[in-house]
């Protein structure tokens, strides 16, 4: 069965800092693996997807991903963040089915 | 575009009532997915039409059930209703294409109370 750990409830940043949100998964396959962002009183929008190929996926909004198959990793930055990344974060496998993780608060503070 | 919408927007119903919830995908997808989101959790996932058919299902009890119809869209029917089934139910589109999976668009959800 496939899993999805966000081991942190909330990452706080300050605005201009690197920021990262740590996703660990389990599959028996190739892991497809997925950020999504939810802001407050919207849908879950997609980020980034990792299929196959770079280790280093770049996405929406300056977001980037790393995958790494050693550590079952696929962990979001961002190299400076920006009061408006604040949001739920949710990382998401999917093999066939999708499993989603319980997300992560992220507060960008001025 | 007008992206995945969902209606209703907001619902309250009593136990051991049912419930229909209606979804559109966006324009050009095939497939529509269904997930349940309860307060400080993420979504979980109900099930997966894709061409009239369900195709996948997660760890749902038989009460849960839906249809995709000829245009794309889809209904969750949720039967015997419990306090439990209170939640956000999102609704879920993309393309598929064979070998690859692609990105979800959810729509702004329907939120179930039940009383």
């Known amino acids: 069965a496939q899993s999805v750990a966000q081991p942190e409830d909330q990452v706080n940043v300050a605005e201009g800092n690197p920021l990262t949100v740590k996703c660990t998964y389990s599959?028996?396959?190739?892991?497809?693996l997925f950020w999504y962002v939810q802001y407050p009183n919207r849908g879950l929008q997609f980020l980034l997807k990792?299929?196959?190929?770079?280790?280093l996926v770049k996405g929406s909004y300056g977001f980037e991903a790393e995958f790494n198959k050693s550590q079952t990793s696929f962990h979001l930055k961002k190299p400076s963040a920006l009061v408006s990344d604040s949001a739920l974060y949710f990382c998401?496998?999917?093999?066939?089915?999708?499993?989603f993780g319980d997300g992560t608060t992220l507060t960008v503070k001025p | 575009d007008a992206g995945v919408t969902q209606s209703p927007t907001h619902l309250i119903k009593t136990r051991g009532q049912q419930v229909t919830l209606r979804c559109s995908p966006k324009?050009?997808?095939?497939?529509v997915s269904w997930y349940q989101q309860a307060l400080g959790q993420g979504p979980q996932f109900i099930f997966q039409?894709?061409?009239?058919?369900?195709?996948q299902r997660g760890n749902f009890p038989d009460r849960f059930s839906g249809h995709q119809f000829p245009n794309y869209s889809s209904e969750l029917n949720v039967n015997a209703l419990l306090l439990g089934d209170s939640a956000l139910y999102l609704c879920?589109?993309?393309?598929?294409?064979?070998?690859?999976?692609?990105?979800?668009?959810f729509g702004p959800g329907t939120r179930l109370t039940v009383l």
């Open positions: 998401a496998v999917m093999e066939g089915k999708s499993t």
């Open positions: 599959v028996s396959g190739n892991p497809y």
């Open positions: 324009s050009g997808h095939d497939t």
């Open positions: 039409y894709y061409e009239e058919e369900e195709r």
């Open positions: 990792y299929i196959t190929g770079d280790n």
């Open positions: 879920a589109s993309s393309f598929v294409r064979t070998g690859v999976y692609n990105e979800q668009f």
